[in-house]
């Protein structure tokens, strides 16, 4: 019995984490800043339900003196493939 059990309790699909990272620079002091998007948990469906959109405010480190908040708005497909990236505040940077 204690090989069955063995056996059967052995998880082999454990959930893996995914994420969306990227990477804006600050309008004002030019700092970058990583953004990450947890695709689990941060996503909610789009007006068509069609797709997911995810609005996330990023803040620098403050070492500039700097505390403008970058407003980032991005569109994923059903797929959680990233389908429009908008900014506010800052640019994207690869
Ligand atoms: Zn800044």
């Not at 620079?25 to 030019?30: A, D, I, M």
């Not at 403008?68 to 690869?94: A, M, P, Y």
């Amino acid at each position: 019995m204690g090989f069955l059990k063995k056996l059967f309790s052995n998880e082999s699909s454990k959930p893996e984490k995914h994420y969306y990272t990227f990477n804006v620079k600050c309008n004002r002091c030019g700092e970058i800043i990583e953004g990450r998007i947890d695709l689990d948990n941060d996503l909610s469906l789009d007006d068509e339900g069609e797709g997911y959109q995810v609005r996330k405010g990023l803040i620098g480190s403050g070492d500039n003196r700097c505390f403008q908040q970058i407003k980032v708005e991005l569109t994923f497909d059903s797929n959680r493939q990233v389908l429009e990236r908008q900014i506010t505040g800052g640019t994207f940077v690869e």
